[in-house]
T-cell receptor, first 111, second 114 residues
Framework: EDKVVQSPLSLVVHEGDTVTLNCSYEVTNFRSLLWYKQEKKAPTFLFMLTSSGIEKKSGRLSSILDKKELFSILNITATQTGDSAVYLC???????????FGGGTRVLVKP | NAGVTQTPKFQVLKTGQSMTLQCAQDMNHEYMSWYRQDPGMGLRLIHYSVGAGITDQGEVPNGYNVSRSTTEDFPLRLLSAAPSQTSVYFCASAEESWGQETQYFGPGTRLLVL
């Protein structure tokens, strides 16, 4: 059975801190791993990772995939209160029909 | 383009009632899907469709039916609502199943079953 596990479940940081979110997976026929940000409504797409070791960056957010150890991390540097959200990781299989989501990490950034 | 729209935004049902959650997209996307999200959990796939006339089950299909008579619409039917179906429901679409990396989500329907 396909499995996507995120850790930690939640964390509280102060503005300016750096956070690292983890996503491990066990799926057959892996195709890509996706990160989403969810702020009380629909998830919004952040990154798609397909190849190991290639960092994706968007402003203060970055992510990398390790296909040998079957995990990905999402880093947020210089956190701001607007980064408070649930961050979801999902894996797409090569068959392409189904996304399997992890349970999410809730991040609260305090002023 | 309106993108992906869902109605209603919020609904309260009594146990045993039936209802249909509506989902529509105006992007001519082939792939559409329904997810439910429960507190502290990620999204779980209920049903999906790779094109008009084609539907398939996801991870948690029991208690739900879908149909895809047009490319635009993908309604989700609750046959006999149960408290365990209290959840937030998201509809999503992508240009085709291989393009789920650019999946668009609707705003969600919050369902409470008493």
């Amino acid at each position: 059975e396909d499995k996507v596990v995120q850790s930690p479940l939640s964390l509280v940081v102060h503005e300016g801190d750096t956070v690292t979110l983890n996503c491990s997976y066990e799926v057959t026929n892996f195709r890509s791993l996706l990160w989403y940000k969810q702020e009380k409504k629909a998830p919004t797409f952040l990154f798609m990772l397909t190849s190991s070791g290639i960092e994706k960056k968007s402003g203060r957010l970055s992510s990398i995939l390790d296909k040998k150890e079957l995990f990905s991390i999402l880093n947020i540097t210089a956190t701001q209160t607007g980064d408070s959200a649930v961050y979801l990781c999902a894996v797409l299989k090569a068959a392409g029909n189904k996304l399997t989501f992890g349970g999410g990490t809730r991040v609260l950034v305090k002023p | 383009n309106a993108g992906v729209t869902q109605t209603p935004k919020f609904q309260v049902l009594k146990t045993g009632q039936s209802m249909t959650l509506q989902c529509a997209q105006d992007m001519n996307h082939e792939y559409m899907s329904w997810y439910r999200q429960d507190p502290g959990m990620g999204l779980r796939l209920i049903h999906y469709s790779v094109g008009a006339g084609i539907t398939d089950q996801g991870e948690v299909p029991n208690g739900y039916n879908v149909s895809r008579s047009t490319t635009e619409d993908f309604p989700l039917r609750l046959l006999s609502a149960a408290p365990s179906q209290t959840s937030v429901y998201f509809c999503a679409s992508a240009e085709e199943s291989w393009g789920q990396e650019t999946q668009y989500f609707g705003p969600g329907t919050r369902l409470l079953v008493l």
